[in-house]
């Protein structure tokens, strides 16, 4: 059934309805090599259906269904358009959603080489050989993986939104785990922490990483984590590698920045926001150094796209300006309450979920100099690297990371290796403290590929660019 | 046809040795936010697993289509021919295996959930709060056939309320926090968790600060279930066990917590289906036994390692459970130690600290090997002095060891609690509310 026809059933039935087709296909190979054994395994999914989604006398109604059939899909449509009408009966308020220009085109992923296309035992063997490479010294175990996913989407709307995307997306990480005589153990991970490895592209990103050329040094470090003392505890200056000023700009400005949130829609899972719509436009956020976009049309990042999931083209939008926030993300519904017009950033992590506002790719633009520049303008701090816990409040103010490992600084040099190093702070005195961000030649798109939102939880990757980045007077401690 | 037919089906027909799992889902949600019904949801969904084995190796193929099941047996043979293989794996289960059971999941429809949403809403609007949550009602089919002759089926279902009285509807004001978890909608309290709801948004008004440092702390059931989750998750697991990162690694037959305290997986006493992901019938397991570490979860593979029977623990693959092994009804017996009757005889046992209802966001990567947690309090945190709740205060922070906190806790209520888990498909915790003494707090 093509789904303009349900579409044109649909659109004398309720106010809008949008149909969206998904069709996911993942493969998955994790190498788990240990002294005494190996559990490898690889796995293959494919999951597609429908989701229709409502706007009813008053309010929404959403239903999926797995079966491509005509009779399911209009019984799925008609489910949707049930709860619509028995939601708008109880409901008090409106919904209200703008008037658009009709949207057409499509969107593909631009990738070199289809994951696809490589065959089974050698993505294999591509894992097995730093794995092989890792199992010396005290590493007592290494465990690698590489994703690969084809995900092809088709949105038909009421009103004139008829879109095709095709997305090539992967993750891929490893991990050395080092265990001393008494059972103590220390890990280390590379590119960065397993959960920030996402990206939107082909195998060639994969092999750019060049897993095998960093075993020596991955495992050095978690064998010297061993014996390395703690971090030390105070109110210290902090550099953040790339990765953790990515997570820190994921927890503590992305998610605040999302105007579901603000309004009060994610309090069964998420929580609210610190910022309300009046914070709009004057709020510090942060020092002059701070400038934060949410940019879906950067490229290869997870959160790139064509369009969302309600056809809002993909663009780029300040969200903070010069350490001044400027606007939220959003959907057309949330964007029309505050008079404003939609970021693009309606996602649903499958057919089986409904949009919500979600992270694109939110990036704290880049500044001056090297990592070593400011390394070297450090009088006392400590640098951290690779987080290893996260733990932040429902507002999204009081927050905690620990990291694999930290450098303490003294007089611009690295003094020490330091175990076990966390910080915390509170969002805005923590962006104001921020008096250095190194400049585009340290600067990384990451991806988190595990973004947990909605009720029933949806997870979904997001994209964080950042280079490292120093803030001062931060308290400072171990895990 | 119905699933175990089908999953019987298409095992007969597989060239190689095949096990055939399926799971149908219906769930109707009735989120609310805004004091409205926003997000009404009915999710039909299917899953279906395919694996085949060559020998030790082993490849899974995973489909949302049951018309596609046989050609995903070709695929997951096509895998298998490169598949690493599994060590321990001694094949699937065999003709044992063989059940078949339901249980009535009751009223599901949407009016009926939104006839108990609208209540809520009314009473909670007449309090001058905001309100939020949802009604969720769902059941599920669930078979599974081996070409070695098992052949399981169960259908099942249960409801739950989540409920939040929000001072701010965006949460920056007092909240207070309800939930219920059972088999049938009907069954739900949904009056008595509103108005408790309600009750600890009224009280929260006004919160002033409290002192980081170590602090003596009665939390409710809904926030000791966050903590127990993490242990389950970053302690339980073989494979956790054998990577020398969990609380248990080496320390088989050792003092590991509190000898008052015992964790078990009770899947007898909870809302679990009554067999696991590869049809082992799940049992209840002592993880935990007066302090002492006993046994970790086990699927057959890793079981198979150690030289003994699987706990029937294994699971779907899930977010933190790479490893496709978890517990689904984790439960703490504090002992001689559980005796009140409510929380608040714990709070009279306090003479300074703190009265917590829930928690957010907790992480247990800390330290896991001293099973370190960090996470805030929410919804609802008050200051106890002389055995009296006496002032709301804004939410803290604690990082402590939860071993080590449940080594210091001296209080317990009789009664416990069943909370769904926020990782595991139909996983519940049953917990009691817990008095920890000395927690760290180390709020910014």
Redesign the interface.
Known sequence: MDLREIVEWLKPRCRYAEVRYTDENVETVRVRARRDGRNDAVSQSRARGIGIRVLGEKTWGFACTPRLDADSIEECAQRALDLAASASRVGKRTVMLPERAPQKGSYRTKIETDPFSIPLEERIAFLDAPARALLKGRIHSAELHADASRLEKRLVTTDGVDVEQIFHFGACNMQAIAVDDAGNTESRTAPTWSGCDAFQGGWERVVALDLLGQTEQLRSEAEALLDAPYCPEGELDLILESSQVALQVHESCGHPTELDRVFGTEITLAGGSFLDAEKRGSFRYGSDLVTITADSVAEGGPGTFGWDDEGTPAGTHPLVERGTFVDFLSSRETAAVIGRSSTGTMRASGFDRVPLVRMTNVSLAPGRGSLEDLIADTKHGVYMLNDRSWSIDDQRLDFQFSCELGWEIVNGKRARLVKRPLYGGSTPKFWASCDAICGPEEYRLWGISSCGKGDPMQLMAVGHGAAPARFRDVKVGRA | MNLLDLCRDVTKAAPEETEVWIRRDR?G???F???????????????ARVRVARGRR????????LD?LRNAVG??TA?AK??????GFEGFAGADAVSTSSRSPGDIS??AR?EK??AI?ARIDREGF?S???I?TETHALAIATSRGAARSHEDGSAEL?V?A?E?????GASGHGSHLVRQLQELAVERETEAAIRAAKDGKGPGRFESGPCDIVMEPVAVAELLEWLGTIAFPA?EV????SAM??RFGQSITGAHISIRESPLDSLADPFDREATTRRAIDLIRNGIAMEPLTDR?SAQ?RRSASTGSAIP?A?FS?GGIAGVALSIDAGAHATAKSSDELVNGLDRGLYVRRL????????P?RA?M???S?DGCFAVERGRVVRPVK?V?F?DSFLEMLARSDGATAERSLVRS?WTTGGTLDVPALRFRNVLL???
């Open positions: 769930r949600c009735a989120r936010s805004l004091s409205e019904l926003s997000q009404p949801m009915d999710l039909d969904t299917i899953e082993v490849a899974e193929v995973v489909t949302t289509d596609d695929r997951a895998l490169v598949a690493p293989e599994i060590e949407a009016d939104t949403v609208a809403i905001a939020a949550g949802m969720e989540r939040w929000l701010d509807a965006a949460g920056r494979p054998e990577a020398g990162t690694s080496n593979a390692k693959t977010l790479p957010h966001y907790v992480n247990g990567f800390l330290d090997q370190m960090t996470g805030m929410r939410n922070r990082t926020s180390t709020s910014s």
